[in-house]
């Protein structure tokens, strides 16, 4: 996968030879020279040399030798790629813990470990600390030092991938802070810094659910809603790096509600009613307006400022006719903006991640239901697999694809 979405003032990021004949060889085991040449275009002394490198580093080996072709002629030898020459981290921030994860370049996780983000208000500090757990994981895992091949990192806010500024994380309080460049006074390997949604994409398509598919739109529903979009096997950030910034869907005439209205420093009104959080408000309203039974009113045991979503879904699941009626909205304009994406993408999958996609089939199969009816255009629609652990194992598939 290549990005070839540029911000303002940043150069266009283009894989090099090596890395496309690194990811081919890793994606295809075993090949021959002469497939790798013939598939990327490249001369066979390009390639040759390449490989050379890669097998005296020892991310590729050679083992006997493949079939000949029907012409007959000598039979190549087979190249492949080793997982275990060398291991990434995989960090995914989150507004109050953080996942940090080290695999080989399989993917494999060797090590994995949740720490506080809140502790750290100073982002300076919040990376030298990482930089001390990750030294006391690859410790622990006895892998040396030098065999640490990059760091990736995924944030809950809007990234310049290239130059790894991120405009601003408002759970932590952090704006404007050049990940890249303060990992790079700590680390000299390669460095990756996304979107949290992205990565998780990258995670889910590396090792979860969408594993070998191209075209895929990962949507995460939790106390916010973000989501991602994989185009031709291509991350689609945007110009800015906002591309899928899903929340601020418009989900009716604004101009006769002006409480409707997208702008910049509140939740997007799509956001407002689909989220976790939206679906939360709009129950907390519903039951203090009504008198109707609810299963919702004793799982709180009476304290509706406890009430959150996964207690909506619970007791829809059990058959409760309000929390229907409170999910009625929120069900009908998540399936009208995934029908709107399922029309202009035309993804083969659609991935539901978040808190509230683990609510299981009561919230999956209604979307499915209502997404049928207001597109033509097929698509699958499936819940992410990953888990909490997408965004840091997207964060390992990141470095090894995008990692400078």
């Known amino acids: 996968m290549t990005n070839r979405q540029t911000a303002p003032g940043q150069r266009e990021f283009v894989p090099t030879n090596r890395s496309l004949i690194t990811e081919y060889i890793r994606l295809h085991q075993p090949v021959s020279r002469a497939s790798i040449a013939s598939t990327l275009g490249l001369s066979r002394a390009a390639v040759s040399s390449h490989i050379d490198s890669l097998i005296r580093e020892g991310f590729v080996y050679e083992r006997g030798l493949g079939q000949s072709t029907t012409q007959g002629g000598r039979r190549p030898i087979e190249l ?15 507004g109050t813990k953080t996942l940090l994860c080290i695999s080989d370049l399989g993917g494999d996780i060797v090590y994995k470990k949740r720490f506080p983000t809140t502790a750290f208000s100073d982002p300076e500090l919040f990376f030298r600390n990482l930089i001390q757990e990750i030294d006391s994981g690859i410790s622990f895992c006895n892998i040396p030092k030098e065999a640490l091949f990059g760091i990736g990192v995924a944030v809950p806010g809007v990234v310049h991938v290239q130059s790894g500024v991120v405009t601003h994380i408002p759970a932590l309080g952090w704006s404007n802070v050049n990940v890249k460049i303060i990992l790079r006074s700590l680390f000299s390997g390669k460095i ?20 070998g598919v191209d075209n895929l739109f990962m949507i995460t529903v939790g106390t916010g809603v973000g989501s991602a979009i994989i185009a031709g096997g291509q991350l689609c950030r945007g110009r800015d790096g906002a591309a899928g910034e899903i929340g601020y ?16 420093f509140t939740f997007g009104s799509f956001e407002r009613i689909t989220s976790g959080t939206g679906i939360a408000e709009r129950a ?47 069900l009908k304009h998540m399936a009208i903006g995934i029908a709107n994406v399922v029309s202009l993408l035309n993804p083969e999958v659609v991935i539901i991640g978040g808190g509230i996609a683990q609510s299981g089939e009561v919230y999956l199969q209604s979307i ?25 194992i997207g964060a390992i598939a990141g470095v090894l694809e995008y990692g400078e």
């Open 80 to 94: 492949f790629f080793n997982p275990k020459a060398a291991y990434a981290v995989g960090v995914d921030i989150g």
């Open 192 to 211: 990756y810094v996304d979107n949290d949604v992205n990565a998780a994409a990258l995670g889910e398509r590396w090792k979860g659910v969408a594993q």
């Open 249 to 264: 869907f418009v989900i009716s005439d604004y101009e006769s509600d002006e409480s409707l209205a997208n702008d910049a």
């Open 284 to 330: 907390k309203q519903v039951l203090r307006t009504s008198d109707r039974a609810s299963i919702i009113r004793n799982l709180v045991n009476g304290q509706l400022s406890e009430v959150t979503a996964v207690h909506v879904f619970n007791a829809a699941k059990g058959g409760d006719e309000l929390a229907w009626d409170i999910l009625e909205l929120p």
């Open 368 to 392: 499915r239901n209502k997404v049928e009816k207001l597109t033509p255009i097929p698509v699958r629609i499936v819940p992410a697999t990953l888990g909490n652990e997408a965004g840091a």
